[in-house]
């Protein structure tokens, strides 16, 4: 079944607003690796945390990978319309790389 | 540097037929792992081959095989298609595939299954 898992599935908000997207898993990982499907296009990666506590940021979005490399956030402050898409959590529980189920962030304008 | 290569783009099959999907890795990558993805099932993972070996292999079916050649290009084969094949198949190419790569996607190949 599916080790990692993402939350919220879906979230709608209006543009400014900040947005997060929560990833699990039931194991340690050695990685996290984030990507960003626009719709009708395909998955492009953003970017990969392996330290355990560690925090990257890029422009309005910060990425965190929890002290035990279980869990993940992608917070992206004030949204823009070009923000929407899917937000994939990819991590690394075995010994292929484990995708979320993503999460679709919507913003209106 | 080329992308990732995907073709064909879009496909419409009927059931119990086969279809052979192909992908051409970015140059030099000898990692290609192929997904499923579906509305509500996020990525599912199929098959990952590494110097023309499948190293990991997900929750599929027989009906699903693959194979890669000694240039790293791999094609992926379905069986006797049922409705629920329906999907957007999507594969990545990475320099080892060991999920510490970048995954590099194509723009997928779109099955339609009637």
């Known amino acids: 079944g599916q080790q990692v898992m993402q939350i919220p599935q879906y979230q709608h908000v209006q543009e400014g607003e900040d947005f997060t997207t929560y990833c699990n898993s039931s194991?340690?990982?050695?990685?996290i690796q984030w990507y960003k499907q626009r719709p009708g296009g395909h998955p492009v990666f953003l970017i990969q945390?392996?330290?355990?506590?560690e925090v990257k940021k890029q422009k309005r979005l910060t990425f965190q990978f929890g002290e035990a490399k279980k869990n993940s956030s992608l917070h992206i402050t004030a949204t823009q319309t070009t923000d929407v898409g899917t937000y994939f959590c990819a991590g690394l529980p075995r010994r292929a790389l484990t995708f979320g189920s993503g999460t679709r962030l919507q913003v209106q304008p | 540097k080329a992308g990732v290569t995907q073709t064909p783009r879009y496909l419409i099959k009927t059931r119990g037929q086969q279809v052979t999907l192909s992908c051409s890795p970015i140059s030099g990558h000898r990692s290609v792992s192929w997904y499923q993805q579906t509305p509500g099932q996020g990525l599912q993972f199929l098959f990952e081959?590494?110097?023309?070996?499948?190293?990991n292999k997900g929750n599929f079916p027989g009906r699903f095989s693959g194979r890669q050649f000694s240039n790293s290009r791999s094609e992926m084969n379905v069986s006797t298609l049922e409705l629920g094949d329906s999907a957007l198949y999507l594969c990545?190419?990475?320099?080892?595939?060991?999920?510490?790569?970048?995954?590099?996607f194509g723009a997928g190949t779109r099955l339609s299954v009637l």
């Open positions: 990545a190419s990475s320099l080892t595939g060991d999920g510490k790569n970048i995954q590099y």
């Open positions: 945390l392996v330290k355990s506590g």
């Open positions: 081959y590494f110097s023309e070996t499948q190293r």
């Open positions: 194991t340690t990982l050695s990685n």
